[in-house]
C-alpha cells in the first residue's frame, strides 16, 4: 500500500540552526512527493515538490531530495528563523489512486 | 501560485442543524477536489474525492448521508455536513488539482466547524 512515516515532533531549534525532518514513503508506481507546510489556523501550502527520482524541490531556503534507492525525501535547512515555526508535512500523490498520503506532520518550534 | 478559496472560515452552528462549507479554485479549473477532516495536532484525514460532473468517492467509514459533497463546477465543490453533532466539530480544509500532469493539490484556509 502506499504511505508516508515522517519524524515526530515536536522539534525545537534554535534560530539559525540546521534543520532535518525526515520522511520516508512507501508506494506502488512512481509516486510524486511534496512537502507542505501549515501555520496555526489555516490550510496548507506547498513549500516544495519532486515528480521523480533524484529530483531536488527547493523553495524559500527549503531543500528536498527524491531518493528512490532510500524511499525518501527529507526536509532540510541551512539556517532555520523563528517565522518557519509551523507544522510540517510530507505527502505523496499516485495516479493510481488520484489521491494523497499525508505523513502525520511534525511540529517546528524555531526559538530566538 | 493558484488560489482555493474556502468559506466560511469559522462557523458554529446548533446541533441538529446543517451546515455548508464552499470550496472555489479562483484561477484554475480543478478537476479533482479533495475534502479532508483535521483533527488537533493530527494529520490530515480525506473525507472523499470528487470529479467535476460526477460523484464524490467517499473514503472508508465515512457517512456519504451525513457529508454530502457536490462538485457542481470545475470551480465549485461543496461539503455538507447534515444534521451537525458536537462529535463533527473538527477543521475541514478542501483542496483542489487541475488534472493531467500536473500533480500538485492547492489548499483552502481550512473550516473551523463547532457544533454546539
Known amino acids: 500500500g502506499n504511505s508516508v512515516t515522517q519524524m515526530e515532533g515536536p522539534v525545537t531549534l534554535s534560530e539559525e540552526a540546521f534543520l532535518t525532518i525526515n520522511c520516508t514513503y512507501t508506494?506502488?508506481?512512481?509516486?510524486?512527493l511534496f512537502w507542505y507546510v501549515q501555520y496555526p489556523g489555516e490550510g496548507l501550502q506547498l513549500l516544495l515538490k519532486?515528480?521523480?527520482?533524484?529530483d531536488k524541490g527547493s523553495n524559500k531556503g527549503f531543500e528536498a531530495t527524491y531518493r528512490k534507492e532510500t524511499t525518501s525525501f527529507h526536509l532540510e535547512k541551512g539556517s532555520v528563523q523563528v517565522s518557519d515555526s509551523a507544522v510540517y508535512f510530507c505527502a505523496l500523490f499516485t495516479y493510481n489512486f488520484n489521491k494523497f498520503y499525508f505523513g502525520s506532520g511534525t511540529k517546528l518550534n524555531v526559538k530566538p | 501560485g493558484a488560489v482555493v478559496s474556502q468559506h466560511p472560515s469559522r462557523v458554529i452552528c446548533k446541533s441538529g442543524t446543517s451546515v455548508k462549507i464552499e470550496c472555489r479554485s479562483l484561477d484554475f479549473q480543478a478537476t479533482t477536489m479533495f475534502w479532508y477532516r483535521q483533527f488537533p495536532k493530527k494529520s490530515l484525514m480525506l473525507m472523499a474525492t470528487s470529479n467535476e460532473g460526477s460523484k464524490a468517492t467517499y473514503e472508508q467509514g465515512v457517512e456519504k448521508d451525513k457529508f454530502l459533497i457536490n462538485h457542481a463546477s470545475l470551480t465549485l465543490s461543496t461539503l455538507t455536513v447534515t444534521s451537525a453533532h458536537p462529535e463533527d466539530s473538527s477543521f475541514y480544509i478542501c483542496?483542489?488539482?487541475?488534472?493531467?500532469?500536473?500533480?500538485?493539490?492547492?489548499f483552502g484556509q481550512g473550516t473551523r466547524l463547532t457544533v454546539v
Open positions: 483542496s483542489a488539482r487541475t488534472g493531467g500532469t500536473n500533480t500538485e493539490a492547492f
Open positions: 508506494a506502488t508506481g512512481y509516486p510524486s
Open positions: 519532486a515528480t521523480k527520482a533524484d
